[in-house]
């Protein structure tokens, strides 16, 4: 059975830092894309980041693009999304998801992890 469990999320102050981490299990990890995607009270799960299989292509919305950095370590099962400069609208339940490679649906999420930025 896969699993993804994240972890680091919590309480932290405008224009500080935060590092989510997500880990899996139950599949080799190394061959699977991952993202991390994010959902605010009263709106819809919206795209953060994704990073294929090799560590390569980083992809980023918008909105965190050269705040947010998505990385991984295959040795560790483990992708990372680093949070600099985090703003209010960052406040949120983040979950990382999985896909295999050449598939374009994200298809097994961890349970989500909540961040919270007071101004």
């Known amino acids: 059975q896969v699993q993804l469990v994240e972890s680091g999320g919590g309480l932290v102050q405008a224009g500080g830092s935060l590092r989510l981490s997500c880990t899996a299990s139950?599949?080799?990890?190394?061959?699977?894309?991952m993202a991390w995607f994010r959902q605010a009270p009263g709106k819809e799960r919206e795209f953060v980041a994704s990073?294929?299989?090799?560590?390569?292509?980083?992809s980023y919305a918008g909105s965190v693009k050269g705040r947010f950095t998505i990385s991984r370590d295959n040795a560790k099962n483990t992708v990372y999304l680093q949070m600099n400069s985090v703003k209010p609208e960052d406040t949120a339940v983040y979950y990382c998801?999985?896909?295999?490679?050449?598939?374009?649906?994200?298809?097994?999420w961890g349970q989500g992890t909540q961040v919270t930025v007071s101004s």
């Open positions: 998801a999985s896909r295999p490679r050449n598939v374009p649906r994200f298809d097994v």
């Open positions: 990073i294929f299989w090799s560590g390569g292509n980083p």
């Open positions: 139950g599949r080799t990890f190394s061959s699977y894309d």
